[in-house]
T-cell receptor
């Protein structure tokens, strides 16, 4: 158990819908990351938040957005869903940010999103 | 842009034997970190081992060790005394020292036979 929790574990929805994925980081961690794992794109970095502020952006679609709240939990919002958005979405957390040497990322169990 | 390549989609090993998984990467940076993550059937991503680019000594964690060749941009993982529980997908990952995002390879599926 990494200490990172994600809800829900599974989500099945239809095209065009909007969903919210939730992540609670390890106690004391200030950075939260979102990654997408799909069959065709592999594991891709989407976005990072550090202490409530957006820190880095990767290959995140405009239909996707995220935020980190004052209690440091994070939500990833996916809208106008398409079949190709079906994937495993991981949240990870780490203590700090800025390329620190021992800023290990600990991954949550993931949310499996299926778009029908 | 940095890239990570794992050229072995699948590997297999007999229990108690040794297996080496390959990884190469491309970067123009001199300061970075490299990782191997394990993803068992449960889908949980588990950090196996890490290597700092500025360290010449290869990292070791129990039965897991790496062969880091900076000039060749190669970072292979050796698993000794393989166990059934080692069966998983293994991902090589790169992280710049300037930021925190992990760049993953496509993974190698390791099968362990009794």
């Amino acid at each position: 158990d990494s200490g990172v929790t994600q809800t829900p574990k599974h989500l099945i929805t239809a095209t065009g819908q909007r969903v919210t994925l939730r992540c609670s980081p390890r106690s004391g961690d200030l950075s939260v990351y979102w990654y997408q794992q799909s069959l065709d794109q592999g594991l891709q970095f989407l976005i990072q938040y550090y202490n409530g502020e957006e820190r880095a952006k990767g290959n995140i679609l405009e239909r996707f957005s995220a935020q980190q709240f004052p209690d440091l939990h994070s939500e990833l919002n996916l809208s106008s869903l398409e079949l190709g958005d079906s994937a495993l979405y991981f949240c990870a957390s780490s203590a700090s940010a800025g390329g620190q040497p021992y800023n290990e990322q600990f991954f949550g169990p993931g949310t499996r999103l299926t778009v029908l | 842009a940095q890239t990570v390549t794992q050229s072995q989609p699948e590997m297999s090993v007999q229990e108690a034997e040794t297996v080496t998984l390959s990884c190469t990467y491309d970067t123009s940076e001199s300061d970075y970190y490299l990782f191997w993550y394990k993803q068992p059937p449960s889908r949980q991503m588990i950090l196996v081992i890490r290597q700092e680019a500025y360290k010449q000594q290869n990292a070791t964690e129990n039965r897991f060790s790496v062969n880091f060749q900076k000039a060749a941009k190669s970072f292979s993982l050796k698993i000794s005394d393989s166990q059934l529980g080692d069966a998983a997908m293994y991902f090589c990952a790169y992280r710049s020292a300037r930021d925190d995002k992990l760049i993953f390879g496509t993974g190698t599926r390791l099968q362990v036979f009794p």
